[in-house]
């Protein structure tokens, strides 16, 4: 059956234009939060049949008016069940729609894969039809309010099967994951909380532990504050209710990098006690040139390990400056491939840092200077 619920007037829909869908039937998406609507609003754009569940009546109207599916109905016979609900629960409504639905595969979406694996399995439930998963997409804001169709494009999509898993199950999953737009890869879940502990969890408590330190800092000092404070502690604004169950569920692998991350730091503190002593250059050094040897190994655009130079560009604080200065870019034949701004506290004017070609960089901040653009630097000053 193909949904043909409308949205109502004035809603926003986030659904995207229709193409050629893998999946087939209806999917039952349980919770209607970031994710489960995100996923809503993505399968919908691809004409699935998608039914919404939730504990909360008010959240699943909420996604309901906002076009992420229909409200489930006691006669819905979904392929595909999709448990989007906190860490905590995951494994009680996993076992639940496992026996409610015993024609369909079921997955989740949660941030820690091996926890609620075990627990399932230590109750004896027959995991055959259960695939664990994990889109790496999110957003600081949560709820169905801030769903988005497209939150999932481009992004890496984990998915954990095992010796037990159907090959036809596998497909709905990967579907899954392919007709939102993400990338499906294959893990265990012990890779992918050991993974995910690197790359999210351990960050998302540095972000949280610098950021606790603006909290007690006189006002002089936040008046100083530039991008580099900023994008360090972008993360920090995340539900704390949200965390306490990620990192409790996926504490070992945890506190594994975070006692190697304090003595990391204690290496660097006993060096700056004494910057003079021999040997403390070298500790600082070596700090900073391996951080600069792990950002290189980070994955660049479209996944690849590409890098780009950038220059600096200072914008005016006027409507359409942004737009004349991507359009004189267009001219002089330069990609943009990355953009940060930042604004100058106190000052009418912005930073505009832009990312392109290597080889794009000379003709860009020449062409750019004809126009009258002011250059404040570039990557290599």
Avoid at 7 to 36: E, F, H, K, Q
Avoid at 172 to 179: H, I, Q, S
Avoid at 277 to 290: D, F, K, L, N, S
Wanted: hydrophobic share 45%.
């Amino acid at each position: 059956m193909t949904d043909t619920t409308s949205v109502p007037t004035g809603a926003r829909s986030s659904v995207a234009p229709r193409t050629a869908a893998r999946l087939s039937g209806t999917v039952r998406v349980v919770g209607a939060g970031l994710l489960g609507s995100s996923i809503g609003h993505a399968l919908r754009g691809k004409g699935i049949d998608v039914v919404l569940a939730d504990t909360s009546p008010a959240q699943l109207r909420l996604a309901v008016d906002y076009g992420a599916g229909r409200a489930a109905a006691d006669d819905d016979a979904p392929v595909l069940v999709v448990v989007a609900v906190p860490p905590d629960v995951t494994a009680d409504v996993i076992e639940a729609e496992l026996t409610r639905f015993p024609d369909a595969v079921v997955t989740d979406v949660a941030s820690v894969k091996l926890e609620p694996f075990r627990s399932l399995r230590d109750r004896g439930v027959d995991l055959t039809r259960y695939i664990g998963s994990h889109p790496l997409a999110g957003r600081e804001r949560g709820g169905a309010i801030s769903a988005r169709a497209d939150l999932f494009i481009g992004r890496p999509w984990v998915v954990c099967r095992d010796a037990d898993t159907r090959a036809t199950d596998l497909a709905l999953v990967e579907g899954l994951a392919l007709d939102v737009g993400a990338m499906p890869l294959e893990m265990t879940p012990e890779e992918h909380d050991r993974s995910v502990a690197l790359t999210s969890h351990v960050p998302q408590v540095v972000a949280s532990l610098l950021a606790g330190r603006l909290a007690v800092a006189d006002e002089g000092a936040l008046r100083l504050s530039g991008q580099g404070v900023r994008d360090t502690t972008r993360i920090a604004a995340s539900a704390p209710e949200l965390w306490v169950q990620i990192l409790g569920a996926n504490a070992a692998p945890v506190v594994e990098i975070l006692d190697a991350l304090a003595a990391d730091l204690r290496e660097v503190s006993e060096a700056l006690r004494a910057p003079e002593a021999p040997g403390a250059r070298r500790v600082v050094a070596e700090t900073i040139r391996q951080g600069n040897d792990g950002v290189e190994r980070l994955p660049g655009k479209h996944g690849q390990n590409q890098r780009f130079e950038s220059l600096v560009v200072m914008i005016d604080d006027t409507a359409g400056q942004l737009g004349r200065l991507f359009g004189e870019l267009g001219e002089l034949g330069v990609n943009v491939e990355d953009l940060r701004l930042e604004h100058s506290p106190g000052a009418q004017f912005g930073l505009a840092e832009i990312s392109v070609d290597p080889a794009a960089l000379h003709g860009a901040i020449t062409g750019l200077q004809e126009r009258g653009w002011r250059i404040a630097g570039t990557t290599n000053d």
